[in-house]
């Protein structure tokens, strides 16, 4: 009997998490060590002397399934790093609540919402080596022998985003296009992470990511080797945004996290480690290193209703051509 | 038989084999009550039908083609280490998926070894994700198995029909003509049902090196209803639909195969005379040679890369040992638990068990076991909080009719020698199970002990569903590692991984044969 007692014990300990003041779920590369998180959780620890834990939980869509299923018994306080084209889908869950703030922002677009708070945004892109001749709009690359690797839009806000830029530049002929693209993808990961990595593993030619990712090369690791492509039919854009659970046991503190997270402190760590554009430009500006990358003539965006309205239709249309 | 006085009841292992069948049988209901036709099946789960179906019968044609040259190799050739390589075909049943597929990846992948070297000759680089990346590594599981059931069936070849033929001065086409087509023509159904059985369920694989539309098993597709859309209705839908396709194979695969995978006297050659040419015995050396490195080049692949980020592991990767070590403890207590007093009820004549127990094991896919769990538990409690004993349960249920494999034979051979004994001594229930049974048993035990560990360490399948951010078992853990693209610490994980279910399977293992020997 003692050892069942024993055992009992383990599994209490190790199945319940330790309790923390605020508890935020995230994509699993805003917590890596090279991400925002460390810094993000040591700036606000510092500002409102709490513990926070930042959960990181595979990518955007992934995160918004978890948050399904764990319903209101969820642990988590806030969830960071969904986007406009999932707001619809989160909405309808009921599980989140408005957020009791006033947001200056920077954005390309006007924003007003009552429930998502932005905090950084970017624009969709192929990344591959400087210097290479690419195709440089979704025909071509569909015509040509260029492998890409992409994420699965099921779970993954960039592979949910190029459906949309698809959808954005070529509406009802999209299924056409990602038939003519199917024998270029290499692989559909989960998240980005895992296709950034197996692109500089030397998996692909291109990888879908963001006009910015070229400035973490240059910036951080000195390599100006990387490129982003601009492409003919313009850029799909994203817009990350986070959100106060209406589970939460913590409102008050999670309302103030909203708010340290459109603070400087918190806004001049994005650019240099989310490497994304900040959502509330810094007082110093951007960083160096950003004017070098290429700036999209012709941004493509779906409001938060149509990219709802279209996202089933889309989501099909590639399932349909990329089985076959 | 069962009418017989006994010195012991048939009752507790009835009513474990109630208890397993209740609980897989309420896991279906659960699923089929809870499934949606909703927007039905659309061409994507067409696809992964279809994707399904056709992997696993290639994955068991090649997989059984390969076997026969490199199983007849063996079967008329005699070298030193030919016992240990016959030993080490069955690692592979132990071997955790996901360290198969991170050495395959390291060793086929395209910056892998093969890649490498086909660079130096100026031919492109091997590509491993996708259909041929998953067929790829089903032949590397199920070669083996494969040249272990087909070597079994040459060894059942009497020598003296060999020696016969060759007297007769039989000529070489006529020998394989009259002995070992019809013997092939016996075998080879038996082992590719059950590959195609084996296959039909895969899930880790896909899941690494599949995963796009166009490679997505049923079983994937359910994880994906689960985890990308948490569509439960949609999820049980596509588990209907697996239990349909699970269960007509293991039919089959049931019909098909007889006689058991663990081969004893595998490690006798058959004495031939034909076969001597200098050809002939090129030929063999060639197979077994190409059936070795394959199996053996990829663990060698894992052990290099993860030696250097052995030294240091994160934390979590030793907090997810910790727990897979808990889920596997538990696991195999509750193997243990459950088929013992079902073989004991099996040698008392119940063996109705023995078919339904094996059945339900092949027919039963850990994640439609977890969605119909999943389904069950969520109305009363919270079921990631039951994470740890709903992983060890599921875990347990996999093992069940290999254990049953291995024990039954010695409950059978125990009680036909010793129950008069016991009775007339009066040493019934408990004490029979204590004085006579155990005792005779640690063998068995250590085996089947040995093997439900190994293969609940190196699970990755219903975890996947339950697990919540902050839990993890081992291999979820490197799954995890490899997402976030931390290779080398991924890398050092599965070599810790693969000591761990090597380990306390020869640990377990020889625990009870070393007691066996005094």
Known sequence: MKTIAGVAAVITITGVAQA????????????????????????????????????????????????????????????????????????????????????ELDLPIAWADEIFVPYDWGFFAFVTETGQNRPTNFQSLADSDTSIIIQDPRSSTPGLGLLMWVKAAYGDEALGVWEGLADNIVTVTKGWSEAYGLFLEGEADMVLSYTTSPAYHLIAEEDGSKMAVAFDEGHYMQIEVAAKLASSDAPDLADSFLEFMLSEAFQEIIPTTNWMYPAKIPEAGLPDGFDTLITPQNPLLFSAEEADALRDEALSEWLTALSR | MADRAQPLSARAGIWAAAGVAALIFGAFAAVIWRAEAGRGLGPSDWAALRFTVVQAALSALLSVGFAIPVARALARRRFPGRRALIAVMGAPFILPVIVAVLGLIEVFGRSGWVSQALGFLGVPPLQIYGFHGVILAHVFFNLPLATRLILQGWQEVPAERFRLAAQLGVDRWAMTRLIEIPMLRKVVPGALAVIFAICLTSFAVAL??????????????????????????????????????????????????????????????VRRWDATSR??????????????????????????????????????????????????TLSTVLVLLLTLPMAVAIAFGRDRLVEVSGFLGLAASPLVIGTGLFVLIRPVADPMALVIPVTAGVNALTVLPFALRILVPRVKDIVEGQSRLALTLGITGQNFVRLVLLPRMRAQLGFTAGLATA????????????????IATLPLQI?????????????????????????????????????AET
């Open chain 1, 20 to 103: 923390q003041d605020l508890t935020i779920y995230t994509y699993d590369s805003f917590v890596s060590e090279w991400g925002p998180g460390p810094k993000v959780e040591a700036a606000f620890e510092a500002e409102c002397g709490c513990d926070l834990a930042l959960v990181g939980i595979e990518d955007g869509a992934a995160l918004l399934a978890r948050v399904r299923l764990e319903g209101s018994r969820s642990d988590a306080d806030l969830v960071l790093g969904l986007d406009t084209n999932l707001i619809g889908a989160a909405r309808e869950t009921g599980l989140f609540a408005p957020h009791g703030i006033e947001p």
């Open chain 2, 208 to 269: 690494i090196l599949g995963g796009g539309p166009r490679a997505t098993t049923i079983e994937l597709a359910i994880y994906q209803a689960f985890r990308f859309d948490f569509d439960l209705g949609r999820a049980a839908l596509l588990a209907g639909i697996q239990i349909v396709l699970t269960t007509g194979a293991a039919v089959v695969a049931l019909r098909l195969g007889q006689g058991d995978s663990f081969g004893g006297g595998l490690d006798r050659a």
């Open chain 2, 279 to 328: 050809l002939a015995r090129q030929i063999d050396t060639l197979w077994i040679l190409l059936g070795t490195v394959f199996l053996l080049l990829p663990l060698l692949a894992i052990t290099l890369s993860g030696l250097p980020g052995l030294a240091d592991l994160p934390s979590s990767v030793w907090q997810a040992a910790a727990t897979s070590l808990l889920v596997a």
């Open chain 2, 455 to 470: 293969l609940s360490i190196g699970d990755l399948g219903v975890i996947t569903l339950f697990a919540d951010p902050d």
């Open chain 2, 479 to 515: 799954y995890r590692l490899m997402g976030a693209y931390r290779m080398e610490a991924a890398a050092g994980a599965s070599l810790l991984l693969l000591i761990l279910s090597f380990g306390t399977f020869w640990l377990l293992d020889r625990g009870g044969r070393g007691h």
